[in-house]
């Protein structure tokens, strides 16, 4: 028998910050990174060749994902808007640092990157993330929130 697939990482309902565009975007960012973690195990060539554009539009969707939420934070007039943004662009330089290195065949070390992806996305999610959620859904409590939701 086929040996069932492992997957990397799964979704779970813990991880939503009850505001369902982010939710879809979060869990998209996870798919992207099953999709690298794949590639890890498909032989060293095969590997190259697919993060080479997997990684490629890993960076383009992290960039519209953050951009999203920071429109989102700006438009309820989040206070913590700055720390999250500092957060979000140290992000992408590590990443693009990365793929730096991947392109100049330097250390890198796709599945070293690959838990990295997970491991920040998920605690981001769960420190970070969920600030802002928290703090929506406070005003949406206050009934000041309507207008945008
Ligand atoms: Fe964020």
Request: proline share 2%; with cysteine; glycine share 2%.
């Amino acid at each position: 028998m086929e040996k069932e697939k492992d997957i990397f990482v799964v979704w779970e309902e813990r991880y939503s910050v009850g505001i369902p565009s982010i939710d879809e975007q979060h869990k998209e960012l996870l798919i992207i990174t099953n999709k690298l973690y794949d590639a890890c195990h498909e032989g060293e060539e095969a590997a190259r060749a697919y993060f080479k554009e997997a990684i490629k539009s890993a960076v383009e969707y992290v960039q519209f994902h953050f951009t999203s939420e920071e429109r989102l934070m700006e438009r309820v007039n989040f206070p913590e808007l700055a720390t999250h943004k500092v957060q979000h662009s140290n992000f992408v330089k590590q990443v693009l640092e990365e793929v730096k290195n991947f392109e100049h065949g330097k250390s890198f070390v796709p599945n070293a990157f690959v838990r990295f992806l997970r491991d920040w996305v998920l605690t981001h999610i769960a420190m970070s993330d969920i600030k802002y959620a928290e703090y929506i859904k406070t005003l949406k409590k206050q009934g000041t929130l309507q207008h945008f939701f």
